[in-house]
């Protein structure tokens, strides 16, 4: 009798420590993922509109502008101005240069602004999505020998701006003995919330030669939702002070045009990859403005937040 009394404290003992031990592994895996999606997308918005000399300036083709011929051959991501809005300047006052462009997509499925390389049956409802675009890593004028020949290129002379694909700025470089003010490659990165499996996760798409959804990378799994909010400088002349806060698809078309925005509040909300039996999730979660319901399963979940100053911001 005695040692089934035993036998009965040892079973409690590991049950519990058991779900004590569940609990602390759901809690570092969490926030593990939550941190590591906030701070792969918070460091790429920080830096949107980034073009090196020419980052205070709106960028049209054939104004201050000239985009190789062979960048329009490549299959790009356009918004709703078409040829005029993909990843790289159009002509006119309508192709102007959007370092950042937000979509939401609703509970329908329908996004707020168009991308016409995402697919949206693939996207999750009530999410966000995120499209950057900006010179990347450091100065290439003095490091020509580590140039990719699958990327795209950004070069700037007499203030003057140049998107290259590698083997035209190759030509441009060794047959005409050019020298650049100034040279970086340059990015298209979106971001968007998919499933695979049943398991939610934070994927991008990327500019190489082109942008291909069915080709995105899996950055972190367990990423439900995105949440963008968006402080916009309205006042007339801009004063770099948020006259007030809005979400994506209260913003306009000729507002992304004028990359007047101060900062933005990013919401992330996290799903841990297993669930736990005797947990029952019946919270509601606020990202920003909106409300996810009681999800009323056994996985928990984890919020995090934080606020990005848009330093490139166009303020003149």
């Not at 299959?75 to 002509?91: H, I, L, N, V």
């Not at 047959?175 to 398991?199: K, P, R």
Request: include cysteine.
């Amino acid at each position: 009798m005695i040692g089934l009394f035993l036998l009965a404290g040892i079973l409690s003992t590991y049950i519990f420590a058991k779900r004590e031990n569940q609990f602390l592994f759901n809690e570092i895996e969490l926030r593990s993922n939550a941190n590591l999606a906030l701070k792969l997308i918070s460091d790429d918005l920080s830096k949107a509109g980034f073009m090196g000399l020419m980052s205070s300036e709106y960028l049209r083709d054939s104004q201050n502008t000239t985009v190789s011929p062979l960048l329009r051959e490549i299959d790009d991501c356009y918004d709703e101005r078409f040829m005029a809005g993909g990843s790289f300047p159009g002509k006119g006052l309508n192709g102007v240069f959007r370092p950042l462009l937000i979509s939401h997509v609703n509970s329908q499925g329908k996004m707020s602004n168009t991308l016409n390389c995402i697919k949206e049956q693939r996207i999750k409802h009530n999410s966000d999505i995120i499209s950057i675009k900006r010179a990347f890593g450091s100065e290439l004028i003095d490091r020509l020998f580590t140039l990719n020949r699958n990327r795209i290129y950004f070069a700037v002379k007499n203030s003057h701006a140049y998107f290259y694909p590698y083997t035209e700025l190759m030509t441009v470089l060794n047959s005409q003995n050019t020298h650049f003010d100034s040279l970086f490659e340059y990015q298209h990165h979106i971001y968007f919330v998919s499933e695979a499996g049943g398991i939610p996760e934070l994927k991008m798409v990327q500019l190489t030669n082109g942008i291909d959804m069915s080709r995105s990378l899996s950055l972190v799994q367990g990423v439900e939702y995105i949440r963008i909010i968006l402080g916009v400088d309205d006042s007339e002349p801009f004063d770099g002070i948020a006259d007030h806060y809005l979400p994506a698809e209260s913003i306009s078309g000729s507002e992304w045009n004028i990359f007047s925005f101060t900062d933005i509040k990013i919401f992330i909300l996290v799903r841990a990859l297993e669930h736990t039996p005797d947990y029952y999730d019946d919270k509601s979660y606020q990202l920003g403005d909106l409300i996810i319901p009681p999800f009323n399963d056994h996985f928990r979940r984890l919020v995090v937040q934080k606020s990005i100053i848009l330093s490139s911001r166009i303020s003149h």
